[in-house]
Nanobody
């Protein structure tokens, strides 16, 4: 069992940067694949990035590749999403998620069993 809580969202101008954090409870954080998803009004939740337990394998949506970086600090039970060169289309509620599937890269919401409450990111143009 793991509980997740996101922070770091806010309002930023286009071209700016934000760093989201997701703190996790539980003693086995390093065994989980962690992911970031986002959901804009009227749209389905979409995959943004994921990182496997050791931190050695990352996976990105094409829409954020080269602009966003996912990382984790297993000693702090925290996963991060560094977002640079933000665009208005990045505006959404961003969710942190955890999965017990550790052996491959995963991007479907139904592959993640644990979710945070979300944090709003608004990019003004």
């Amino acid at each position: 069992q793991v509980q997740l809580g996101e922070s770091g969202g806010g309002l930023v101008q286009a071209g700016g940067s934000l760093r989201l954090s997701c703190a996790a409870s539980g003693r086995t954080f390093s065994s989980y694949t962690m992911g970031w998803f986002r959901q804009a009004p009227g749209k389905e939740r979409e995959f943004v990035a994921s990182i496997r337990g050791s931190g050695g394998s990352t996976y990105y949506a094409d829409s954020v590749k080269g602009r966003f970086t996912i990382s984790r600090d297993n000693a702090k039970n925290t996963v991060y999403l560094q977002m640079n060169s933000l665009k208005s289309e990045d505006t959404a509620v961003y969710y942190c998620a955890a999965s017990e599937i550790w052996y491959r890269n995963i991007r479907r919401p139904d592959e993640y069993g644990y979710w945070g409450q979300g944090t709003q990111v608004t990019v003004s143009s």
